[in-house]
C-alpha cells in the first residue's frame, strides 16, 4: 500500500513538499506516512486524493 501512494503521488506530478502544502501540514507529514512511520486515517487519504490537481480521489488512489 505504502508503494501505491508513492507512486500516485508521484504520477500526480507533486512532490512531498507539494502534497503537504495542499493538505495544510508540513512535509515531514508526507514523508512519514509514505515510509510507514506514521499512520493515515481514511480522512486524511481522501483529502490526499483530492489534492491530486482536482482529480477526484477515486482517481488517484486507482489500485
Keep these: 500500500m505504502l508503494s501505491c501512494l508513492v507512486q500516485a503521488r508521484r504520477s500526480a506530478g507533486l512532490n512531498q513538499t507539494e502534497l503537504a502544502e495542499s493538505l495544510g501540514r508540513p512535509q515531514s507529514f508526507v514523508s512519514k506516512f509514505e515510509a510507514g512511520e506514521r499512520r493515515i486515517d481514511v480522512v486524511e487519504l481522501i483529502k490526499a486524493g483530492s489534492?491530486?490537481?482536482?482529480?477526484?480521489?477515486?482517481?488517484?488512489?486507482?489500485?
Design 51 to 63: 489534492s491530486r490537481r482536482s482529480e477526484p480521489p477515486a482517481r488517484y488512489f486507482s489500485l
